[in-house]
Structures are given as structure tokens and as C-alpha cells.
């Protein structure tokens, strides 16, 4: 069989090397089926909405992690909560790349499906390669369901399938079967199919499952009929594995020790990675944390997140709009909270006014965009990165945000805490760009040793900041900082530091009401000044061969990129990468970078709008590469690319 | 549910001054800036020499506005301040009270800025009764851009924007914050000193968000506007005064009084008799339910303003917003512990890679 080896075109990352590469002689298990080693697999399980799909490869990522290989996922669903049962719209996916060495990205293409319906089936078979596993719920490919998605003939019988390796597995009936004694109804037996479908590859990937059924008997502690009967179902598919003569062969993937530093790792998506990163920042900055949001997708889950952790003093205001969920962020924030609101694009698009006045108040606020597709509502439950500009520039007047972004999903968590130190550190709000690929997909994370995270302490303003001619000492709220511009914080309930702030423009010093010309010219440069000033590390090229063309990422497009380039360095074709964290202020050696190299391709998730700023700035002739499909990147098509901007 | 046992100590959770205060200490070094004549003075000068009484510390005092002229009144008290944007006013207030319970947190807005840009904001601060004291301004008409018609101007009303008379028909802010569950709802008048210091005083008691409703005159661009409220001659018949615990009568020697149509259950204003003496209302401010807080609301005539009542229509006690999620903190450290950062952040699934 030679499904888990596939064509270089196929391939992810990896440090080069055909994918499902075998490690070593095929050995035999207990029962003499044929046991392979391979360096990494990609599954992707395929089903309805109600199948719990996702729960599936949540469960499957468990075990990957808790075995130790490097992983990357990216979950896939509709932005319907239940679309109707069977159809095309109706598919949920999850997707898992997992292997014994580093990888990058959640994988091209999947190496298995599973596919537990006509529609999962239909819906996905396009990114299947040839050759590839594909594990069939028989039970669903009955007439109707396979009229539905436009299935005249079944492609079961047809022919149409010959090229792949198909598993014809009845796994509705099975786990009915599985479950008769548990006294349920069969609609209730049949949801636990997912279970068995569970049960069967983590038989194939010989991951461990003790994780699984503990997981399952917590989940349904009230329940624990439910409970045992999932850990049936779930049992009962891996035995399926190990009895069946259709699975010849089951496959190891080694725990990648060498990809990882010395540490005690934990699977993380990126909305818990940012979750735990806010709560770290306001522990580190000792101020209590205060979230004023809107539900959104895909932000809500941080919501729900900081919900739960009011034992840190979180408190969380689900408030009734977005612009009440930045607004009580920014209260919070002038009463001395470390103020934070979460939203996507829509959200953002009502907050900017909110925004502006934080921007003229010179409060810290966060605010966490998790992008997704637009314009408009667009598509909630898929990834793009197009808010760039937004934040960026949408508001009114000169109103500068420095802008920070996430490049993988357990990144999130430090670059909330950069985002904070900037917030703390210049009093200004700042604006946390991750996306929806980031804030649901997930890979393995060091655990940071409490004691070595930043100190993000604040003084807050005690006492008089400056002497009038008269020698009278006073308060000044907008006397600042002659190294940050940073402004004095000065909190209520500090005695004598009674004082006014508000969106109209400022006296420079002293805060109060000014229309003067030229203090507004003033207070306009110096607020821009400030951002610009920001203390920003260094670009780092990655650059081992002295190439001609660099390519330049920001936020999530990390994974791809690296891995394209790691495929093209592979192949002999050299290639410089840098990829942006900080978009506003951008790092001060980017222009000296950019000149250094003939060619710049920026690959983005939206039409070219980081492309659009370093134009402009820089007056560098970027090369766009833009996809907006509301997926990732894929590798190889990166990779293409940049192999034609090379040769080009 | 401990909030109604708490409910008066609330105000303790703000420090007290050292000194005896004076109004001086509450006037900020700034020029007040409104129109000479404008009905904002007024109130201003109540406001400052108010606070005085309440003995609070200066220092966690804070007023916070929107936008509009009333909107500028915290650069004019010596207090914390935040002058923000239109309409939102509540919603920061909202952040600022519960994160803070040791700050005395009051907002100033107007007819347009409460009940037009920020009718959202507003109901939803009164349906959850955050601890905030709302001065609600209302001069029926946009006086910072020159004369519009506001949400409260009577229907018809001639404006710049309005040459043929305005269409919509306007809020009753009593009537509005009643059906959207505020605690307290109190409606003064801004020429009324005493009336309106009352007023004040028993919002800065009651636990919880309170609503006033301030009949502000706009001398420039709404003149008048209250007049049958305070001329004379006719205010007598035009005013009535709520008291909780007593009779609601009015006019020149309270010969009317509100009685309930047995009929139809809705209130009347009638002339009193001895034969309907005995059914008089009784104002109760404590009853539990707002309806007949609602049907005083609706007493008034909307074009002469006639019957209008003035007072505390409503002031009962519920849980506070910030009170219930201080005490969700505390409970979650009892049940769980103080949070441990280092537990948190290794969740319970993890492995180990050993160099």
C-alpha cells in the first residue's frame, strides 16, 4: 500500500524528503498485521455538523500531543450551527498534520479522510490525493443522501474511486451493534459513531487513549451511561482496527524529542494561547484585568475563556453592542484596569470611534481582532487577514495604533504580552491582530516558567508632576514622559490629582480644552511621534544562503511561508525570510532589510495591503501574492511562487 | 440574594473626606463656557453645592459625559472627569463603576446624547442597575449644533432641520428608563434649587443606577421650553409633586388629585370631592411593580405640559450589577482559590522533552 507515501507535490513541510517517508523496516504486531514507521501523517475527518467532527479531532490532537509529536490543526466548519443534515454547506471538517520532526503548517493535503457521509465526502475529495486512504461510513451512502449532494451514481460501485485506497466500514451499524446492551435508543447509539470512528484511527496511529475515556467520563459525568456508552463506541472501533482484515496495516509516528527544546509541553489553540496571555500580562503588570466585549465569531471563545477565571480577579462584561465592550474596557482602563475588548472585523468597524478617543486619551487598551473573511459579515467562521489597513488607519483624524500580530497559535500568547507592554509602557491602545486560523487551529507549547515572564509593571502617577512660574506645584496629565512621550496615569482616587481628560483636543501639559492652531499641530505630531517611537526589536532575516529575493510575511501566513521555504532550500533554490510581528511601529532596520534584496514577495490573506504600506514607505517594489479563500496557504503553492520570483 | 441588606452601605465603599467641604471645592479653575442664561448654570451650582453634603473624598468622585453642552460639565467640577464621545458615556461609566466600587461615578448627558446616539447604552445600564448616578439633561432640543429637533421635541416641532415640523413622536425619559427596569427614575426641573437638590440627594443614596430627568431651559434655541412649569401663575396647576407616603394632589390650594379609574385602571386627574377624597392616590415610590410609576409618567399633557408630575417616581431596591459581580469573584476564590498562574498555564494535559 502505498497511500501514506505521496508526491513531492503534495507535500507540506518538512524538511524536505517525500511525506509519510518510512523511518524503518516494517515491523509486525501481536496480531501480525504489519505495523509501518513513518515521519508524519495528515488526517482529516469529514462529517455533518451534528457528527461532532470537531470534537473528534480535538480528541485525536489530544492524544497526538499528549504522545509527544509535533502538530498542527486546522479546524474547518460552517458559520451555521446546524445546516441541514447531509448537505454540502452542511460539512464540518478537521484537519491534523502530525509527525516525529517539526512541522509548520496543518498539511496540503490529508493523507486519510474520513468521511461519514455522501456530502463529507463529496465536499473534501478534491484535496485527497491520489493514492490516498479514505475510511467510508457505508451506513450514509444509501440513496437519498447520495441524491442530495448530486451522487447519481454511488461512488462506492462506480469506479470513481479506484484511485484512492477505500475503507468501506459500516460505522453506524457497528457502533449500534457495539451498544446494545446500554438500553438506548438507536438514534442515541448511532451519535456515538463519531467514538468509533475515533476508536479506529487512533488504532491505525497507535495513540493512546487513556486520555480519551477520561475525557469522555468527564464530559458526560452527569450522564454516565452516556458516558460508558462512548467509551464503548470509542473501544469498539479500535478493536474493529485490530480484528478486521480491511486494516492491514497500522502506522507509528515517533514523538519528535528532537523538534522540541528541553520542557513540559501542552497543546494550545490560539484564542486560549491570547486567553492565557491577557491574564499573564495583567498578573505580570499587577493590575487587575477587565474584558468588555461582544460576542463574535471567531473571538468569542476568549470571551468564555477569561469567563472562567475570575479566581485572578478577571472580571468579564458581556456587554449589550461592540461599542459598549470597548467602551467599558476604556473606563476600566482610565480607573486603572488593564482595560481589553475582543471582536473580529465588524466589531472593530464599531469600536473606531471608541478607538479615537482612547487614542486622545492616551489610556493602555487592547484591542484583540480576530479577523475573518470580508467585508461586511463575509465569512464568520474562516480565516483572512484584510483588517490590516483597518487598524491601521481607520478612524478619523491622525489617530496612530501600533498594531501587533500573532504568527502561529501558541504565539498568541506572547504577543499579547507585547501587545500589553506597549499599551502599559506608552499608554496608548494598542490593536492584537490574530485570525481565525490562528484562534482555532493549535500546536504543542512550551510551558513558560512563570519566573522568567516579563515584568510588566506600571507606576502610577502619586503626586504633582510640575512647578508653575509662581512655584505653586501642580498636576499636569499630559506632561510626559521625555522618553516614551508617554503620559502620566493617574488614576481616581489619587488625592490632588483631580483632573479632566476628553476627546477635544488638548492643551500640550496641562490637558485642558485647546482650539489653539498650533498646539493642535503640536499635539498631532507628538501623539504620532510617540507611536513612531514605540521600542520595537530588530527584523531577523533568516538567511543562510545568501539569497536574491526575500520574502516577507506578517501574522498567520508563518507556517506556509516557512515551509515553502524550507522546501525551496531543499531543492537548492535559496530564498530570505523575515517574517513581521510589528506592523505599527514596523521594526527600524525593515527599510535597510528590504533594500538589501532584488526582490520582495509579500504573500498575504487580503489584496496586498501590507505590500501597500511598505510601498509606500519604503518605496520598495513589493511583489504581491494574495489568496483570499478564507483557507491558509497551502505550501506548495507558496512555494511555486516563490520558485517563479526566483527564477524570474 | 444578600443585596437588599447591603444596599446602604454601597455609598461606604467610597472614602470620606478628612475636611469639611464647601461648593468652592468643587468648581474646577476652568471658564464655564456655556451661554449666559443657559439652564446648565443652574444645575452646576446645585451639583457643586451638593457634593459638599455627601462628605465623600473629592479624589473618587468621578463625573463622566458624552457630547452635547450638558456634556461639558465635568471640566467644570473638581472632581476626576471624563468628557468622552456621543452617547457612550454610560457604557465607559459602566467599566469604570464596576471595576472600581470605591469611586462615586456620576454621568452627565442630554436628551439627544441619552436618548437618540446612546438610547442603547442608557437602557442597558438601567436593566442592569450599575451603580451609577445619571443626570439626564433635557432641553428637548440639539443645542450644541444649532437647533435640531431632539428625540423628546414635540411632535411637529420647527427646526433647521424640521422647516415643515418634525415627524417622530418624542421619548417620555420617565416613561423609557420605567419600561427598561431602571431602580430609580426622578424627574426636577432646573430652576427649582430645592427641589432639584432633593432630587439629587435621593439618588446618591439609592443603590444602584439612578435616573434624573432635568427640565433644562436652552435660552438660545428651545426658550421657554418649561415655562408652564415656572411661571407663576401656572405652575401651580401645571406641577405635581410626588412625595412617597403622601396624597397626590395639586393645583392652587390642591384642589386636584390623581385618582385610578376603576374602569380602565389608568390614572386621572380630577378635581377632589369629598365623595373622592378617600381615593386619592398615595404616591408609594417602593412599590414593586413600575406600573403605576408608568401611568404618573403618562399624566402629563406632551404639548402643555400640563400635570406633569416632578419627584422620585421610583425607587426600589434590586441587585447592583457591580455589587453581584464583586461577589462572583469572591466566590469563584472561595470555591477555587486565588488563581495560580503556573497551574493555569500547564492545564492538565501535558509531557515532558528531557535534552
Same mark, same amino acid.
Given at each position: ?648 | ?231 407663576? %401663575? $401656572?405652575? /401651580?396647576? =401645571? &406641577?405635581?409633586?410626588?412625595?412617597? #407616603? ?5 393645583? @392652587? !390650594? ?72 464583586? %461577589? $462572583?469573584? /469572591?466566590? =469563584? &476564590?472561595?470555591?477555587?482559590?486565588? #488563581? ?5 498555564? @500547564? !492545564? ?8
Amino acid at each position: 500500500m502505498t497511500s501514506q507515501v505521496s508526491s513531492p507535490a503534495e507535500q507540506a513541510d518538512g524538511a524536505g524528503g517525500a511525506i509519510g517517508e518510512q523511518r524503518s523496516a516494517p515491523q509486525h504486531d501481536g496480531a501480525g498485521k504489519e505495523i509501518r514507521r513513518v515521519d508524519r501523517v495528515i488526517i482529516r475527518f469529514a462529517g455533518d455538523s451534528g457528527d461532532g467532527m470537531q470534537l473528534t479531532g480535538d480528541r485525536f490532537t489530544s492524544e497526538t500531543a499528549s504522545f509527544g509529536n509535533d502538530l498542527s490543526t486546522l479546524p474547518n466548519f460552517p458559520a451555521e450551527i446546524r445546516a441541514p443534515a447531509g448537505t454540502l454547506p452542511g460539512v464540518s471538517s478537521f484537519q491534523l498534520h502530525f509527525a516525529d520532526h517539526d512541522i509548520l503548517t496543518p498539511g496540503d493535503a490529508p493523507n486519510v479522510l474520513v468521511a461519514m457521509n455522501p456530502a463529507a465526502l463529496k465536499a473534501n475529495i478534491a484535496d485527497v490525493p491520489r493514492g490516498a486512504e479514505i475510511i467510508i461510513n457505508t451506513d450514509e451512502f444509501t440513496k437519498r443522501p447520495m441524491a442530495k449532494v448530486g451522487y447519481e451514481t454511488s461512488p462506492l460501485e462506480d469506479g470513481s474511486l479506484d484511485a484512492y485506497s477505500i475503507h468501506q466500514v459500516p460505522l453506524t451499524t457497528l457502533t449500534v451493534e457495539a451498544l446494545k446492551d446500554f438500553g438506548l435508543t438507536r438514534k442515541e447509539a448511532e451519535r456515538s459513531k463519531n467514538m468509533f470512528a475515533l476508536g479506529l484511527l487512533s488504532w491505525m496511529y497507535h495513540r493512546p487513549t487513556e486520555g480519551t475515556e477520561s475525557f469522555l467520563r468527564q464530559k458526560f459525568a452527569k450522564k454516565p451511561e452516556i458516558a460508558e456508552a462512548n467509551v464503548a463506541a470509542f473501544r469498539a472501533g479500535w478493536n474493529f482496527g485490530e480484528t478486521t482484515e480491511d486494516f492491514a496495516v497500522s502506522y507509528e509516528v515517533a514523538p519528535a524529542t528532537k523538534a522540541f527544546p528541553t520542557g513540559t509541553y501542552r497543546n494550545i489553540s490560539g484564542n486560549l494561547a491570547l486567553s492565557y496571555g491577557l491574564i499573564t500580562a495583567a498578573r505580570q503588570a499587577d493590575l487587575p484585568l477587565y474584558l468588555g466585549s461582544y460576542p463574535i465569531t471567531p473571538a468569542s471563545d476568549i470571551l468564555h475563556e477569561l469567563s472562567k477565571h475570575k479566581n485572578f480577579g478577571v472580571r468579564t462584561f458581556q456587554a449589550e453592542d461592540e461599542i459598549a465592550g470597548i467602551g467599558a474596557a476604556l473606563g476600566a482602563a482610565f480607573g486603572g484596569a488593564l482595560g481589553v475588548t475582543t471582536t473580529s472585523g465588524p466589531g472593530v468597524a464599531l469600536k473606531s470611534e471608541t478607538i479615537g478617543l482612547a487614542v486622545s486619551l492616551e489610556l493602555p487598551l487592547l484591542i484583540v481582532d480576530i479577523q475573518r473573511g470580508g467585508p461586511s459579515t463575509g465569512l464568520p467562521t474562516k480565516t483572512e487577514q484584510a483588517d490590516l489597513l483597518q487598524a491601521m488607519y481607520g478612524r478619523n483624524g491622525e489617530a496612530p495604533v501600533p498594531v501587533v500580530a500573532p504568527r502561529t497559535p501558541a504565539d498568541c500568547f506572547d504577543a499579547a504580552l507585547d501587545a500589553a507592554r506597549i499599551a502599559l509602557t506608552y499608554r496608548t491602545p494598542v490593536f492584537l491582530l490574530s485570525d481565525g486560523y490562528l484562534a482555532n487551529g493549535s500546536e504543542p507549547w512550551r510551558i513558560p516558567d512563570v519566573a522568567d515572564l516579563p515584568d510588566l509593571s506600571v507606576q502610577f502617577a502619586t503626586g504633582p508632576n510640575h512647578e508653575l512660574a509662581d512655584g505653586t506645584e501642580v498636576f499636569w496629565p499630559y506632561k510626559r514622559d521625555p522618553q516614551t512621550l508617554a503620559r502620566p496615569w493617574a488614576v481616581p482616587g489619587t488625592p490632588g490629582l483631580e483632573h479632566r481628560i476628553g476627546g477635544i483636543e488638548k492643551q500640550d501639559g496641562t490637558g485642558n480644552i485647546s482650539y489653539d492652531p498650533a498646539n493642535h499641530d503640536h499635539m498631532v505630531r507628538t501623539r504620532q511621534a510617540k507611536i513612531d517611537g514605540i521600542q520595537v526589536p530588530d527584523l531577523e532575516v533568516d538567511d543562510p544562503d545568501g539569497a536574491r529575493t526575500l520574502v516577507l510575511g506578517w501574522g498567520s501566513t508563518y507556517g506556509p511561508i516557512t515551509a515553502a521555504v524550507r522546501r525551496l532550500r531543499a531543492t537548492g533554490s535559496p530564498v530570505a525570510q523575515a517574517h513581521l510581528r510589528h506592523l505599527n511601529p514596523f521594526p527600524g532596520n525593515l527599510g535597510e532589510v528590504l533594500k538589501r534584496y532584488d526582490k520582495v514577495v509579500v504573500p498575504e490573506m487580503n489584496l496586498g495591503q501590507l505590500a501597500t504600506l511598505i510601498r509606500a514607505k519604503y518605496l520598495v517594489d513589493a511583489q504581491s501574492y494574495n489568496q483570499v479563500n478564507g483557507m491558509p496557504f497551502k505550501a506548495e503553492q507558496l512555494a511555486t511562487v516563490l520558485k517563479e520570483a526566483i527564477n524570474d | 440574594m444578600t443585596e437588599v441588606t447591603d444596599a446602604p452601605t454601597l455609598l461606604s465603599l467610597v472614602p470620606k473626606a478628612e475636611a469639611k467641604q464647601s461648593m468652592k471645592d468643587f468648581k474646577s479653575d476652568q471658564e464655564v463656557r456655556w451661554c449666559p442664561g443657559c439652564g446648565d448654570y443652574a444645575v452646576l451650582a446645585a451639583v457643586q453645592g451638593f457634593m459638599p453634603e455627601l462628605g465623600l473624598a473629592r479624589e473618587n468622585i468621578v463625573f463622566v459625559s458624552g457630547i452635547g453642552c450638558s456634556s461639558r460639565f465635568p471640566y467644570y467640577m473638581n472632581t476626576y472627569g471624563m468628557h468622552s464621545i456621543h452617547g457612550r458615556a454610560p457604557a465607559i461609566a459602566t467599566g469604570l463603576a464596576t471595576s472600581r466600587r470605591d469611586l462615586s461615578v456620576w454621568v452627565v448627558t442630554g436628551d439627544g446624547d441619552a436618548l437618540s446616539i446612546g438610547g442603547n447604552h442608557l437602557i442597558h445600564a438601567l436593566r442592569r442597575n450599575v451603580n451609577l448616578k445619571i443626570l439626564l439633561f433635557n432641553n428637548r432640543i440639539y443645542g450644541l449644533t444649532k437647533g435640531q429637533y431632539s428625540p423628546t421635541s414635540e411632535l411637529g416641532k420647527i427646526t433647521k432641520s424640521t422647516p415643515m415640523g418634525s415627524l417622530d413622536a418624542p421619548f417620555n425619559p420617565v416613561s423609557l428608563a420605567l419600561g427598561a427596569e431602571a431602580s430609580f427614575v426622578a424627574r426636577t426641573v432646573d430652576s427649582d434649587r430645592k427641589h432639584l437638590t432633593e432630587v439629587l440627594r435621593q439618588a446618591a443614596d439609592h443603590p444602584g443606577t439612578a435616573l434624573v430627568e432635568i427640565y433644562q431651559n436652552c435660552n438660545i434655541f428651545n426658550d421657554g421650553a418649561f415655562d408652564a412649569l415656572k411661571d407663576k %401663575d $401656572q405652575a /401651580e396647576e =401645571a &406641577v405635581i409633586r410626588l412625595e412617597h #407616603g403622601q396624597p397626590i394632589r395639586f393645583g @392652587a !390650594g390642591l384642589t386636584k388629585g390623581v385618582i385610578r379609574n376603576e374602569r380602565t385602571g389608568d390614572l386621572e386627574a380630577v378635581e377632589v370631592t369629598a365623595e373622592n377624597e378617600a381615593r386619592i392616590l398615595v404616591h408609594d415610590a417602593h412599590a414593586a411593580s413600575p406600573t403605576t410609576a408608568f401611568a404618573l409618567s403618562r399624566l402629563a399633557d406632551p404639548h402643555t405640559l400640563h400635570r406633569t408630575p416632578i419627584g422620585v417616581f421610583r425607587d426600589v431596591q434590586r441587585p447592583v450589577y457591580d455589587t453581584l459581580m464583586a %461577589d $462572583q469573584l /469572591e466566590t =469563584a &476564590v472561595d470555591q477555587r482559590g486565588k #488563581g495560580d498562574l503556573g497551574t493555569l498555564l @500547564a !492545564g492538565s494535559d501535558t509531557w515532558t522533552v528531557v535534552g
